[in-house]
């Protein structure tokens, strides 16, 4: 068996493109604030995408910079303003953030119909209880490639590796959601290769390089792998991105897979811009 590649950079493409078509019809001015504190390369490369993604789309964005040093308090008052500015419809404060500042202190702090990256105690409740809500964005793309192979996914046996707020849990509501039985394994679980034997899909959300091996994958399933890690390449003398899946054994066995990078990387902006029109939406509404 050789595995369907799960183009997430196409599909990607295509949301990015009908939310753009939406905004336009609609003739909305959706605006996203997005809170980078510190310089971290990777999230400082992310914003940067994002905020491409968003004048693509029609979108407007503000990138607010703050210092590494930045205190709880003043992360707090910069939230606070932009909570009050109409022309923010979501806000989006970049993880991680310095240790001197309390990720759920700031998560609580923004307002829940701007909340566009679904975090938020509210929407996240919301979530667990089938309510309509914002839905993270990673594990909303997770979600949409699981649909491009298999539209219905009842009675089927899910495993999502990894129990984080920002992507495990999440995504095992959303599978939940589908009719599928879940099982969340993280690194208290014993035999986590036979769990993984027995899924038909697999989520594989644990940060560890080539993680999930080959001979894993229950034939004829669907990996959806969240991992990024970068790794020394000593054939080629520089870093390298692999996923938590070895990729190359496990396509093997799977019916389908997303390749890291391409996979599920860009449908997490694809739908935080959705996530940003659906919040312009609401508050013209109202």
């Avoid at 992360?75 to 932009?82: D, F, G, Q, R």
């Avoid at 707020?165 to 879940?182: S, Y």
């Avoid at 679980?189 to 027995?198: F, G, V």
Wanted: charge should be positive; proline fraction near 6%.
């Amino acid at each position: 068996m050789s595995a369907q590649i799960i183009d997430g950079s196409a599909i990607a493409k295509r949301l990015r493109q009908e939310v753009a078509e939406k905004v336009k019809a609609r003739r909305l001015s959706p605006g996203l604030a997005v809170i980078l504190v510190g310089e971290n390369p990777a999230s400082q490369v992310y914003v940067n995408n994002k905020t491409r993604a968003c004048e693509e789309a029609g979108m407007k964005s503000w990138t607010h910079t703050l210092p590494a040093d930045t205190t709880q308090q003043q992360l707090l008052e910069l939230i606070a303003k932009l909570n009050d500015d109409k022309a923010v419809h979501g806000i989006l404060v970049q993880l991680p953030l310095p240790s001197q500042i309390d990720t759920q202190t700031i998560i609580s702090a923004v307002d829940p119909t701007k909340d566009v990256d679904g975090f938020h105690p509210v929407n996240a409740g919301r979530l667990s209880l089938g309510l309509p809500t914002f839905i993270s964005c990673t594990p909303q793309g997770c979600m949409i490639l699981i649909r491009e192979v298999k539209k219905d996914l009842s009675g089927k046996k899910a495993l999502v590796l990894g129990r984080s707020n920002i992507v495990g849990k999440p995504v095992a509501q959303l599978l939940l959601q589908a009719d599928c039985t879940v099982t969340i394994a993280h690194s208290k679980t014993q035999n986590i290769a036979e769990e993984c034997r027995s899924a038909d899909i697999l989520v594989a959300a644990i940060g560890k390089p080539e993680f999930v091996k080959g001979d894993w994958i229950k034939p004829g399933a669907i990996v959806i792998d969240v991992g990024i890690n970068r790794v020394e390449d000593k054939a080629r003398g520089k870093p390298r991105l692999v996923g938590d899946v070895a990729c190359l054994e496990a396509s093997k066995n799977a019916a389908a897979i997303t390749p890291v990078p391409g996979g599920v990387g860009p449908m997490t902006i694809a739908c935080l811009l959705r996530n940003t029109m659906q919040a312009a939406m609401q508050i013209a509404s109202n």
